[in-house]
């Protein structure tokens, strides 16, 4: 069967509608209410109820050990943890129809599973905090004004750049996106190309950035397409300007740091939790960048993904689950920051567990100023239309005007399916 890790799961986001389902609040392993207790009686204690903690393969090892370890913590419900080596997605959506299993699960909140009443809100168990998240973090999780999901950890991309490169050729790290197009043309040379943005010329790494870039999104005001506006096609149209300046036909793709530790790209667009690995052979012989802007009425960004937990609606426990979610990903600050930063270099999503992280200052200013998020209402359908037409545009020269046209309307059929 076919494996699923954390690299291929954050690109799941959004799976396939699950059939509608209703909820179930009977709690199990609680004694039934009574009426007949007689004076001097004492009520029964109730007993700690059993609870099912749903989570995909990690690839980094000690992930389950640690996972096993917090539930195995908790005091006041006894909390079973699975590990999923196969197909975690398909197999969740199949759980979450049929129910009551798993109480508590990991993945991304999508809109697809809230109109079918499969989750359980959260705003009582995050209110307290929630000012201690990103507001793009936060957004993620949230569908119709309410939250969906807690954010375990962070996962961020950036720009990595090669110091002595730049040097050499006389580039400054670049602010904006001609500034980009500029150094990337100078540092092609000497069998190096100036940037790496993945073998399909960007299209899918860069479609989000290049959207903030130019103070654009992907949806607006949860109801239309972000991207509905000239300065998509006039942004769109710099990553074709990019295009004999990219590295492509690497042996791995962006999410890969290879291309850029061999010295085959100056720069590469890539996730922040291939630092380790960067730094350990090229030292300090690099630095990182937030996706430049188009211009001042655009801006800087760093996309922010991460799986968050979840109460099933189906739960024959549901406040003993939100309870469990509460305990481990808002109240223990010791585990948050290590299951974060121990195995693998990722954040933690609140920020202040993230300002606890020394190792991690520079990459907390940029998320903390340039965090962006895709959010619930950005589906796959959505995404694979954008990323086509970006395609089109970058590779083969298409017109960006109709491209970004006919994307907009793609993406306006899936914002109707969604409110429908």
Do not use: C, M
């Given at each position: 069967m076919r494996k699923t890790n954390r690299r291929t799961f954050l690109a799941l986001a959004g799976t396939a509608a699950l059939s509608a389902c209703g909820s179930n609040t009977v709690q199990r392993g609680t004694p039934p209410p009574s009426t007949a207790y007689s004076a001097g009686v004492t009520r029964p204690k109730p007993k700690p109820v059993d609870l099912a903690q749903w989570y995909h393969p990690y690839?980094?090892?000690?992930?389950?050990?640690?996972?096993?370890?917090?539930?195995?913590?908790?005091?006041?419900?006894?909390?079973?943890?699975?590990?999923?080596?196969?197909?975690?997605?398909?197999?969740?959506?199949?759980?979450?129809?049929?129910g009551p299993v798993p109480d508590v699960f990991e993945g991304q909140v999508t809109v697809d599973r809230v109109r079918q009443n499969l989750l359980v809100p959260l705003d009582d168990v995050i209110g307290p905090v929630r000012g201690d998240f990103t507001p793009s973090v936060l957004a993620a999780q949230t569908v119709d004004g309410k939250v969906y999901g807690i954010p375990q950890a962070l996962d961020t991309q950036v720009l990595f750049y090669r110091k002595s490169f730049l040097q050499e050729a006389g580039v400054q790290p670049p602010q904006t996106l001609d500034e980009l197009v500029d150094a990337a043309k100078k540092l092609s040379k000497d069998g190096v190309k100036g940037l790496f943005a993945g073998n399909d010329a960007g299209a899918a790494a860069l479609a989000g950035p290049l959207l903030w870039s130019a103070g654009l999104d992907y949806v607006k005001d949860?109801?239309?397409?972000?991207?509905?506006?000239?300065?998509?096609?006039?942004v769109f149209a710099k990553l074709h300007e990019?295009?004999?300046?990219?590295?492509?036909?690497?042996?791995?793709?962006?999410?890969?740091?290879?291309?850029?530790?061999?010295?085959?790209?100056?720069m590469q667009w890539t996730w922040l939790w291939n630092l380790p690995k960067i730094q350990d052979t090229l030292k300090d012989d690099f630095g990182v960048l937030a996706f430049p802007r188009l211009d001042a009425a655009g801006a800087p960004s760093v996309p922010v993904s991460g799986l968050s937990a979840m109460v099933h609606s189906k739960s024959l426990n549901p406040n003993a689950a939100k309870d469990f979610v509460k305990w481990l990903w808002l109240e223990r600050v010791d585990f948050q920051q290590e299951f974060a930063t121990r195995f693998g270099f990722h954040l933690p999503a609140r920020l202040s567990v993230l300002g606890k992280v020394a190792a991690a200052a520079d990459a907390a200013k940029l998320v903390k100023e340039n965090g962006r998020a895709a959010g619930p209402l950005w589906t796959p359908t959505a995404n694979t239309a954008l990323v086509d037409a970006l395609g089109r545009i970058v590779r083969d020269g298409a017109d960006p005007v109709a491209e970004t046209k006919a994307a907009v309307e793609a993406v306006k059929a899936e914002l109707g399916r969604l409110a429908a």
């Open positions: 690839p980094e090892a000690g992930v389950q050990e640690a996972v096993t370890r917090y539930a195995a913590a908790y005091q006041k419900s006894k909390v079973a943890v699975q590990w999923n080596p196969d197909d975690y997605e398909t197999k969740l959506n199949a759980a979450l129809q049929a949860g109801k239309s397409a972000g991207f509905d506006d000239p300065r998509a096609a006039t990019l295009n004999g300046s990219l590295l492509l036909g690497a042996s791995t793709d962006w999410a890969d740091p290879l291309p850029f530790i061999d010295g085959l790209t100056a």
